[in-house]
């Protein structure tokens, strides 16, 4: 526990470390809140779950898609620049969602300003992942940067949902996606302003259009984490229709605060402890710990159970998440970090829309909770088995990529 102690303390001895990790909080807690946001504004404005799961898979979907362009143009022009007209277009497309909202929420014209919002979303995580290698020289403790930025998703998660169900309750979930929008707004336009991120050189390298997706072992981990973000898309649908079903919807929000409270403590443990095993034998374990400890969400009988269990269900999320930073910078070839992190957050946002999809399907069945529970846990058992049959994968030497700077910087 000392170890880790030193390692957070000569972490945060570097000069930039706490701004950047203060503007990560910043510009993270919008992307959080804002799935939750425009699904309660849409379940407001029609009344109907199954559109607000269309809703918000179309923004998952976009942004899934447009987060690598996204990250090939912070690499040809730069971090400031990209990620400031990025953040301009983003304010337009939140405005013409909010509008259509409330003037008609037609679901096709939703789903069509819910798209360009994800589309246009500006790739904050990347970027600041990108800016670790110049930020910090030293690999040990870049590794504790990485699982510290995995904790800054934990607390966008806690603080996110927080936000949105207070901002709901009081204003309506319009002002809970208008504020989304104005600190997005904010924290992407902070953090390009940092003298790290003004002074990021991409790195120039010849490698084809495939780039990390040349690596088998990045393909496994992005099936992975695809699965992995199916379970969290079904949870905040699961969330919202339990708590729908006895109080309010928006009282989903304190489960999923919950399970990110237990997220951020789970990855607290996790990083105090060095570790023997292999990190491709420890994120199989994880998953069935994940699967096991979501299936327990189906025996809540009421919304202050479902809350108190999801701290345990969340437990694994943010292990998890640092265990694939971990093999994502081993299988990732060389001068292609930044677009494989790029491409897991593609995974991630696609695999939430598939679980909003199945989510938005089994309600419009008439399944219960139950079910959507015990289906959310399936999708992190099927991960498991495909970490485990990707084991040599994971543990292989990448394939080389031509690189024009042997630092990898912006890589």
Avoid at 84 to 107: D, K, S
Avoid at 221 to 231: K, Q, R
Avoid at 293 to 312: D, E, F
Avoid at 389 to 407: H, I
Wanted: net charge positive.
């Amino acid at each position: 526990m000392s170890g880790a102690a030193s390692a957070y303390r000569r972490l945060w001895r570097h000069r930039w470390v706490p701004s950047l990790l203060l503007v990560g909080v910043c510009a993270r807690v919008p992307l959080q809140a804002c799935t939750f946001a425009v699904l309660l504004l849409t379940v407001e404005r029609t009344g109907s779950y199954a559109v607000a799961g269309v809703v918000t898979a179309a923004g998952g979907v976009a942004y899934a898609a447009g987060v690598p362009v996204h990250g090939r143009l912070v690499d040809r022009f730069g971090q400031t620049w990209s990620l400031t007209i990025a953040t301009g277009i983003n304010a337009a497309a939140f405005t013409g969602l909010l509008i259509t909202a409330y003037r008609e929420p037609a679901t096709g014209a939703l789903a069509a300003w819910s798209a360009a919002v994800g589309l246009s979303l500006p790739p904050v995580a990347a970027a600041a992942r990108a800016l670790w290698s110049q930020v910090i020289a030293d690999e040990g403790i870049r590794r504790t940067a990485l699982a510290v930025d995995a904790m800054v998703l934990d607390v966008a998660l806690i603080a996110g949902p927080l936000l949105v169900s207070a901002v709901s309750a009081v204003a309506g979930p319009g002002w809970a996606v208008g504020g989304c929008a104005v600190i997005l707004l904010g924290g992407t336009l902070w953090f390009s302003s940092l003298p790290p991120s003004r002074s990021w050189t991409p790195a120039r390298r010849a490698g084809g259009l495939a780039g990390p997706l040349r690596s088998m072992g990045i393909v496994v981990l992005l099936i992975v984490t695809v699965l992995a973000g199916a379970l969290l898309g079904i949870l905040r649908v699961a969330f919202v229709e339990f708590a729908g079903q006895t109080t309010e919807p928006a009282a989903g929000g304190l489960a999923l605060a919950a399970f990110g409270v237990g997220s951020l403590i789970g990855g607290l443990v996790y990083g105090a402890r060095p570790w023997r095993s292999d990190a491709s034998v420890r994120m199989r374990i994880i998953l069935a710990g994940y699967a096991g400890g979501v299936v327990l969400l189906a025996a809540a009988p009421n919304v202050p159970a479902l809350v108190t269990l999801s701290v345990p269900a969340g437990f694994f999320l943010a292990p998890l998440v640092i265990c694939t930073f971990e093999l994502t910078g081993r299988c990732a070839p060389e001068g292609t970090l930044t677009e494989a992190f790029a491409w897991g957050i593609t995974a991630t946002f696609a695999g939430s829309a598939l679980g909003n999809l199945v989510a938005a399907a089994l309600v419009d069945a008439g399944t219960s909770t139950t079910v959507m529970f015990v289906a959310a846990a399936g999708f992190s058992a099927l991960a498991a088995v495909t970490a485990a049959l990707g084991t040599k994968l994971l543990t292989a030497e990448p394939p080389s990529v031509v690189t024009d700077q042997s630092s990898g910087k912006g890589a």
